[in-house]
Nanobody, 120 residues
């Protein structure tokens, strides 16, 4: 069973930076997109950033210009560089890999989540 292991969360002051990582426990075939979501207490889980196999990227309006998503295909790893952090960025961040298996069946795997807290 594939597992996604996240790291890099923590407590940071407003204006600071953090880099999240999400690595798969084994090689995965057919990844189409790697994504980061976040969920604040009492709120729904929202898409933050997305990167496709062709390295096209999309960002939520609230993080454009501050967050950068990147991927290392050889290591099945996705990163989220977060800068100029604000208190409203506080949330649990989750990664997700979505793709297609050899037979055409779609799949998705989720990480366990990592807490990011922005506070002075």
């Amino acid at each position: 069973q594939v597992q996604l292991v996240e790291s890099g969360g923590g407590l940071v002051q407003p204006g600071g930076s953090l880099r999240l990582s999400c690595a798969a426990s084994q090689s995965i075939f057919g990844i189409n997109a790697m994504e980061w979501y976040r969920q604040a207490p009492g709120k729904q889980r929202d898409l933050v950033a997305r990167i496709t196999s062709g390295r096209s990227t999309n960002y939520a309006d609230s993080v454009k210009g501050r967050f950068t998503i990147s991927r290392d295909n050889a290591k099945n790893t996705v990163f989220l560089q977060m800068s100029s952090l604000k208190p409203e960025d506080t949330a649990v961040y989750y990664c997700k890999f979505a793709g297609t298996r050899w037979g055409g069946t779609a799949y998705e795997y989720w990480g366990q989540g990592t807490q990011v807290t922005v506070s002075s």
